[in-house]
């Protein structure tokens, strides 16, 4: 039966085995955890070792433990330096370390030896080594280690602003940085000195380790604090001091005669009564004021946010609402939103909202659809500390770096049915506490409330988009058949002007048809007048010269006018064959000479190259003057206000066999938001009363009868130019 003096080891040995199983279970992803594991084993057999020594039959069996428990336990020294170099994120002079672990692999060839440990001392607490003359060096050694550690953990806590982090500091230092205090003070026995073993009560800085383990997750491994637990290991070590005191009282007052009365059970049972209940119910107090000294009630908070959200119909003012409602409860350091802005179902686009900053920025470089895929599928709150785990994948290890310089703990997903809504990020509380288990439930229902606030704001905008969608759509119904009846107005308008037009070029060419006979019968008297008086004034001058170059002139007009007639009756000629042979410049020609009066007095220069020889086309003469007459016109009428010029060009493109007729002038040239529409029927960009808007119209389906093509560039302010490609009578 194990004596009051292997009570402290047993604690400690107890209390070891728990952190190691515990790290076991939840903490060996990183190197941290793994050295910290490996901390945890060797003192395990360090105190485990202890235990069989105090407790020896005798001295050779308590030297042969100490000796096989030593072959491990040196490597505690090293180890211990390994695991602060790392928790610490010590970069430099790590090669301390590797000579650490070198230093003590050439220790361990004395450790079997006399060098190392001589022997075993009978203490009154029991069996315990004496050391060697080699011994110091592993002691001394061990001693420098730990006060190394400490101090680099006091540079460290000095530097660090993030309060979190320094809260975990001081719970390591007190904790392993004590106990390694108090274990390198067992130098004393072992040199002799007959005092208890100090670094037995390891047990009580690895108790305010455990402290700090639970309540700041010191080691990384997402343990959240649930009171209830620590409630039920304080009762068991409540239960455990019970049950020594009981084995304390029976060794003590077994030799007195009391023992054996009912009277000393039953005082010992009301003592147990009137101290124990006490005592559990302190401690409990100690943990809420441990655990919760910035308690909130958590009924009020999600009551009071249900109250406010459950009439909010705007997504953002719901935002807002909720990192209130947190702030103020938890009094986190920041805390962010990422509202999902779509509203029809399509990929996420989240816009970024922050507690008393309004929108913020976007996430930059950082993808947050990978985030947001793996909230999607895990649906439960994620630690940045899980996500930097090296067996996560690598975007998922990048959106962790990105949390963790954004300040951010933990991320919820805002979840309706299959829909991500939002997606809330976490950061430290203002006192540098973590997040207890209460914590996660009440930020899991909010988050959950919201959820649905966010999906009911939602419908509610689609239902009053829809309203505004309806009324538009009938605005535009209304609309389109007022202007479907104006244009209905203005189409029969204009094709009662088209057959009016129609039925005057009908009559201009019957009355051109009528004048041909009598100015030719004009044109013959006077060129017979002429020959008359010209023969009369060879025998003697009896006719004055200037009567006769009168007449020659009015001959010359005659003629002008009979030209005229003749190129209005081709032009005018209606009929559909489209077989006849015709010279493009005949046509333009022709053309020029019906527009003459209309430009003769208006000093607009017109330029003509036409090119001599050029291939026949197979077509129309009548219609084609129509194209001619029509582009021809519109020319004139673009550069009358503007003194410009116009320049006609006919020519042969003999890589593509086509004759080509091109009109360009230098006006003010074709808006860009009409080009679209100029060979549209009944597009006018001319008065009311001016044009029909058919004229581009017929040209460009004349054109494309003859299988040719009729195209226009035009630069604003500068120039326009039109072009009809015919193929040539050789091509066809």
């Known amino acids: 039966m194990l004596g009051l003096y292997s009570v402290p080891p047993f604690l400690t040995l107890c209390c070891f085995l728990c952190l190691a199983g515990l790290t076991l279970y939840r903490g060996t992803k990183t190197k941290t955890n793994r050295l910290f594991l490996m901390l945890c084993i060797l003192a395990s057999l360090l105190?485990?070792?202890?235990?069989?020594?105090?407790?020896?039959?005798?001295?050779?069996?308590?030297?042969?433990?100490?000796?096989?428990?030593?072959?491990?336990?040196?490597?505690?020294?090293?180890?211990?330096?390994h695991f602060f170099f790392s928790y610490l994120a010590v970069k430099k002079h790590r090669w301390i370390v590797g000579m650490a672990y070198a230093y003590t692999f050439v220790l361990m060839v004395f450790v079997p030896t006399p060098y190392f440990v001589s022997h075993m001392e009978k203490h009154a607490f029991g069996y315990f080594a004496r050391a060697g003359i080699l011994y110091p060096l592993f002691g001394f050694g061990g001693l420098a280690v730990t006060f190394s550690s400490l101090f680099l953990i006091y540079i460290q806590m000095k530097t660090e602003q993030n309060q979190t982090k320094k809260n975990r500091l001081v719970y390591v230092m007190i904790g392993f940085g004590v106990m390694g205090v108090l274990t390198g003070l067992n130098f004393l026995p072992i040199h002799g000195i007959p005092v208890y073993p100090p670094g037995n009560f390891s047990f009580i800085p690895l108790s305010i380790f455990a402290v700090g383990l639970f309540k700041h997750d010191l080691l990384?491994?997402?343990?959240?604090?649930?009171?209830?637990?620590?409630?039920?290991?304080?009762?068991?070590?409540?239960?455990?001091?019970?049950?020594?005191?009981?084995?304390?009282?029976?060794?003590?007052?077994?030799?007195?005669?009391?023992?054996?009365?009912?009277?000393?059970?039953?005082?010992?049972?009301?003592?147990?009564?009137?101290?124990?209940?006490?005592?559990?119910?302190?401690?409990?107090?100690?943990?809420?004021?441990?655990?919760?000294?910035?308690?909130?009630?958590?009924?009020?908070?999600?009551?009071?946010?249900?109250?406010?959200?459950?009439s909010l119909l705007d997504i953002e003012t719901i935002g807002g609402q909720l990192l209130s409602t947190i702030d103020g409860a938890m009094r986190v350091r920041n805390g962010e939103l990422f509202l999902n802005m779509d509203r029809k179902g399509n990929p996420p686009v989240f816009r970024r909202m922050a507690e008393?900053?309004?929108?913020?920025?976007?996430?930059?470089?950082?993808?947050?659809?990978?985030?947001?895929?793996?909230?999607?599928?895990?649906?439960?709150?994620?630690?940045?500390?899980?996500?930097?785990?090296?067996?996560?994948?690598?975007?998922?290890?990048?959106?962790?770096?990105?949390?963790?310089?954004?300040?951010?703990?933990?991320?919820?997903?805002?979840?309706?049915?299959?829909?991500?809504?939002?997606?809330?990020?976490?950061?430290?509380?203002?006192?540098?506490?973590?997040?207890?288990?209460?914590?996660?439930?009440?930020l899991e229902t909010l988050c959950s409330q919201s959820a649905l606030a966010i999906e009911n704001a939602k419908a509610y905008e689609q239902v009053e988009a829809l309203n505004v969608r309806l009324e538009e759509k009938v605005a535009e119904r209304t609309q389109a058949l007022k202007n479907a009846l104006a244009e209905k107005e203005r189409t029969q308008e204009q094709l009662i002007r088209s057959e009016s037009l129609a039925a005057i070029g009908q009559l201009v060419a019957g009355v051109a048809h009528e004048l041909n006979?009598?100015?030719?019968?004009?044109?013959?008297?006077?060129?017979?007048?002429?020959?008359?008086?010209?023969?009369?004034?060879?025998?003697?001058?009896?006719?004055?010269?200037?009567?006769?170059?009168?007449?020659?002139?009015?001959?010359?007009?005659?003629?002008?006018?009979?030209?005229?007639?003749?190129?209005?009756?081709?032009?005018?000629?209606?009929?559909?064959?489209?077989?006849?042979?015709?010279?493009?410049?005949?046509?333009?020609?022709?053309?020029?000479?019906?527009?003459?009066?209309?430009?003769?007095?208006?000093?607009?220069?017109?330029?003509?190259?036409?090119?001599?020889?050029?291939?026949?086309?197979?077509?129309?003469?009548?219609?084609?003057?129509?194209?001619?007459?029509?582009?021809?016109?519109?020319?004139?009428?673009?550069?009358?206000?503007?003194?410009?010029?116009?320049?006609?060009?006919?020519?042969?493109?003999?890589?593509?066999?086509?004759?080509?007729?091109?009109?360009?002038?230098?006006?003010?040239?074709?808006?860009?938001?009409?080009?679209?529409?100029?060979?549209?029927?009944?597009?006018?960009?001319?008065?009311?009363?001016?044009?029909?808007?058919?004229?581009?119209?017929?040209?460009?389906?004349?054109?494309?009868?003859?299988?040719?093509?009729?195209?226009?560039?035009?630069k604003v302010g500068k120039r326009t130019c039109f072009s009809v490609r015919l193929p040539a009578f050789s091509s066809i």
């Not at 491994?221 to 049950?243: D, N, P, Q």
């Not at 007195?256 to 119910?281: A, E, N, Q, R």
Request: aromatic share 10%.
């Open 47 to 81: 105190y485990g070792a202890i235990l069989l020594e105090f407790n020896a039959p005798s001295a050779e069996q308590a030297l042969f433990v100490s000796r096989i428990d030593h072959l491990f336990i040196i490597f505690l020294t090293p180890l211990y330096l």
């Open 220 to 310: 990384d491994m997402g343990i959240l604090i649930k009171k209830s637990i620590v409630y039920s290991i304080l009762t068991a070590l409540l239960t455990c001091f019970y049950a020594f005191l009981v084995i304390f009282v029976n060794r003590v007052f077994t030799a007195f005669i009391i023992s054996d009365s009912i009277i000393f059970p039953l005082c010992f049972f009301l003592f147990i009564t009137f101290i124990f209940g006490p005592l559990k119910h302190g401690v409990q107090s100690l943990v809420d004021l441990l655990f919760s000294r910035s308690s909130y009630d958590y009924q009020a908070t999600l009551k009071a946010l249900s109250r406010q959200i459950v």
């Open 356 to 442: 008393n900053k309004g929108e913020m920025p976007s996430c930059g470089s950082v993808n947050l659809d990978i985030l947001v895929s793996y909230l999607m599928s895990t649906t439960q709150p994620v630690f940045q500390n899980d996500l930097a785990q090296q067996r996560q994948p690598k975007d998922i290890r990048k959106v962790a770096i990105w949390m963790q310089q954004e300040g951010w703990v933990v991320g919820f997903p805002l979840v309706f049915g299959d829909h991500m809504n939002a997606v809330l990020f976490m950061g430290e509380k203002r006192s540098g506490e973590g997040y207890t288990r209460d914590d996660m439930d009440l």
């Open 517 to 714: 006979n009598p100015l030719a019968g004009a044109i013959s008297l006077i060129q017979t007048s002429v020959e008359d008086l010209e023969e009369l004034n060879l025998s003697g001058p009896h006719i004055d010269p200037t009567t006769i170059d009168d007449m020659k002139f009015a001959d010359k007009e005659l003629r002008r006018a009979r030209d005229i007639v003749r190129s209005l009756l081709d032009l005018s000629r209606q009929t559909d064959t489209y077989a006849e042979k015709v010279d493009i410049n005949v046509v333009v020609r022709d053309a020029l000479q019906i527009l003459h009066n209309q430009y003769k007095n208006l000093n607009i220069p017109i330029s003509n190259k036409f090119k001599k020889n050029l291939p026949l086309i197979h077509g129309n003469f009548a219609a084609l003057g129509q194209v001619v007459v029509n582009i021809v016109k519109n020319a004139i009428q673009s550069v009358k206000n503007n003194n410009g010029e116009i320049i006609i060009h006919t020519y042969h493109d003999s890589r593509e066999d086509e004759v080509v007729f091109r009109c360009s002038d230098k006006g003010p040239g074709i808006p860009e938001s009409i080009q679209k529409d100029i060979f549209k029927p009944f597009f006018t960009t001319k008065e009311v009363g001016s044009g029909t808007g058919l004229g581009l119209y017929i040209c460009h389906e004349i054109v494309k009868k003859h299988r040719g093509r009729l195209a226009f560039k035009s």
